[in-house]
């Protein structure tokens, strides 16, 4: 089991420069979540998904676009990168029923 | 507006010397509070789920309790490896998750 992964580790932007983020699970989990984590700022939910083929805003949705194909995988995409977009950005999963969130290892991306 | 609040920003121990961590909230319908923690450059780690006033939760020296306004993380005779980040989140009745800023506690030999 490799739980949550997060695909890439690191990236670099240029602003207006467009990428996807990848977050796979292989728990077989319903819902998914995408966060940023600023400092300061704590992590705030940007987007998030109760089960494949749906998707719901979170605290901080503008800028970003989502979407959930497949059951195992969460991609977030970023359109028109801006500077402030400039943050680490993490995955997580949970089992319905169940509380606990199980988070991935994190992207940092940098818009300059 | 739904937030959480936690304090201290950063906490020095000493080991074996207990403390606590507050994670003070407002949310319009709990649905859970969520202690988290977190090592530098890892995601976050759950470590307890708390749902109504008057519930605790422990785990080795960590206790987690919980008020209609806030919850107390309590860790005793803390060990270095309980150097961390903790964080505290609540999940409100529309399915939303708000997490504080975290507590950086160090605990030194």
């Known amino acids: 089991n490799a739980g949550v992964t997060q695909t890439p580790k690191f990236r670099v932007l240029k602003t207006g420069q467009s990428m996807t983020l990848l977050c796979a699970q292989d728990?077989?989990?319903?819902?998914m979540y995408w966060y940023r984590q600023d400092p300061g700022m704590g992590l705030r939910l940007i987007h998030y998904?109760?089960?494949?083929?749906?998707?719901a805003k979170g605290e901080v949705p503008d800028g970003y676009n989502v979407s959930r194909l497949k059951k195992q995988n969460f991609l977030l995409g970023l359109e028109s990168a801006a500077p402030s977009q400039t943050s680490v950005y993490f995955c997580a999963s949970r089992r319905q029923g169940y509380n606990e969130q199980f988070f991935g290892p994190g992207t940092r991306l940098t818009v300059l | 507006e739904d937030q959480v609040t936690q304090s201290p920003e950063a906490l020095r121990l000493q080991e074996g010397e207990s403390s606590s961590l507050n994670c003070s909230y407002t949310v319009s319908g709990l649905r859970g509070l969520f202690w988290y923690r977190q090592d530098p450059g890892k995601g976050p780690e759950f470590l307890f789920t708390?749902?109504?006033a008057g519930e605790e939760k422990e785990k080795e020296r960590l206790k987690a309790t919980l008020t209609k306004k806030e919850s107390f993380l309590h860790i005793t005779a803390p060990k270095p490896e309980d150097s961390a980040t903790y964080l505290c989140?609540?999940?409100?009745?529309?399915?939303?998750?708000?997490f504080g800023t975290g507590t950086s506690l160090t605990v030194i030999p």
């Open positions: 728990m077989n989990h319903e819902y």
């Open positions: 708390l749902y109504s």
């Open positions: 998904s109760v089960g494949e083929g749906t998707t």
């Open positions: 989140a609540v999940e409100n009745t529309g399915n939303q998750f708000y």
